[in-house]
Each structure stands twice: as C-alpha cells, then as structure tokens.
C-alpha cells in the first residue's frame, strides 16, 4: 500500500470523479452536492479533509452513473 502524501485525503478517487463530473455536466461543485446528497457544501468539506460515509460515497457514485448517460446524449 502507498503512504498518502500530506496533502493527500482519503477521497481524493472521489473528489476527482465529482470535480470531473461538474466540468463534463457544466455546473458549480455546490449544484452537484445539493443533487447528489442534498449538500451544497459537500465536496468542498470533503476537498477540506472532511469524512462521509461509505454509503455516502456509494450514493454519489450511483448519482454519477445515473447522470452521465443523460449527459452524453445531450
């Protein structure tokens, strides 16, 4: 297993996906939260080093899922 960086958090693979998501989407981190969890503040607590719940993590990877199909048929 690979040390993390001090900079490094324990969800960057998720604040990735959401950060790309956004950009492909074209809305703020703040709309995506309030979609995906009903938290506007959610990947910007988590870009902070804030925790969430793995069912929390599931949620948002199952909205992406749902979301990027739609997306691209746009």
């Given at each position: ?9 324990p969800?960057?693979?998720l ?17 995506f ?21 793995p069912e929390?993590?599931?949620k948002?990877r ?8 739609d997306?691209?048929?746009?």
């Open positions: 297993m690979v040390p993390m960086s001090s900079t490094a958090t969800h960057d693979d604040i990735r996906e959401c950060l790309a998501y956004c950009k492909r989407a074209g809305i703020k981190q703040t709309t939260g309030q979609r995906a969890v009903k938290d506007r503040n959610f990947v910007a607590r988590l870009q902070a080093g804030g925790r969430c719940w929390t993590v599931d948002v199952a909205y992406i899922a749902a979301n990027s199909t997306e691209a048929a746009a």
